[in-house]
């Protein structure tokens, strides 16, 4: 018996990175998942690693910074699966291109990365919460970061993002309480996805001496894992953490214990 038995969950951007790790871990407890991402073929491959584990998934490739989309996914998991009980915000993008000032980020760049980071989240919920209302309650769970509490150079619309994330994150907590719906985010360090391997690539030396070079900023002297993403994120989404909402918890290896983090961090920490 899983902890997520008879439980429906929507992971987006869930088809790789700490979305795909999540994902795979609600549904190994128990939990009908959908996967929706716009990378179909990660997204079927993920859910037909599922089935091959006797694990209830499936994928609706949906561009979630479109209102069409996020209603349509919600809408799905309710065909497939008759409900929506659990909702993790998960996607969220920093292009290697997007290292810039105000002055030099184009307005395109701006808006698809607080639509993609942020405005999906508020538009997931929009559809989601009428769903998890039906069942007396549910829970949201968003992925900030915590360059939502401080920040590093050349970062204003990935910055802007995650912390409009924490203050939505509170203001829906505020306004779901009463209907039992729990609404939380985390805040994760440099943690090892596609996003920051792609970081890793743009800068000199090997990959792999990059992601070590950026673990040894933090004080646990590794970055993150999906692993450690998932962890968390279940803890929370389940009754284990039925006192808490409007929230938000670190998983960044001490980077905010460190303090100047931003300084010595060769690239951000980022989410898949």
Wanted: hydrophobic share 45%; charged share 20%.
């Amino acid at each position: 018996m899983g902890t997520f038995n008879d439980r429906v969950v929507i992971v987006t951007g869930g088809a790789l990175g700490m979305g795909g790790d999540t994902a795979l871990e609600f549904a190994r407890e128990g939990a009908s998942v959908v996967v929706a991402d716009v990378n179909r073929e990660a997204g079927e491959g993920l859910v037909a690693r599922m089935a091959a584990e006797g694990l209830r998934g499936t994928f609706v490739e949906a561009d979630v910074a479109e209102g069409t989309s996020c209603r349509r996914v919600v809408s799905d998991a309710v065909a497939t699966f008759g409900a929506v009980d659990v909702l993790f915000n998960n996607v969220g993008i920093q292009p290697p291109t997007s290292y810039l000032n105000v002055e030099d980020t184009p307005e395109e760049m701006w808006d698809r990365i607080v639509g993609v980071n942020l405005k999906s989240h508020f538009l997931m919920a929009k559809y989601a919460i009428p769903e998890m209302r039906k069942r007396g309650g549910g829970v949201i769970i968003n992925n900030a970061s915590v360059q939502g509490l401080q920040s590093q150079k050349l970062v204003p619309a990935y910055a802007a993002s995650k912390g409009g994330i924490l203050s939505l994150t509170r203001q829906m907590a505020l306004d779901y309480a009463s209907e039992g719906i729990r609404v939380l985010a985390i805040c994760p360090g440099t943690i090892d996805t596609e996003m920051v391997r792609t970081i890793a690539a743009s800068e000199p030396g090997s990959v792999e001496d990059n992601l070590r070079r950026f673990g040894a900023t933090h004080p646990l002297g590794r970055i993150g894992t999906g692993q450690d993403i998932a962890n968390v994120v279940l803890f929370l989404a389940s009754d284990k953490a039925s006192f808490m909402t409007g929230e938000y918890v670190c998983v960044d290896g001490g980077y905010m214990a460190l303090g100047a983090w931003a300084g010595g961090a060769g690239a951000a920490a980022g989410e898949s």
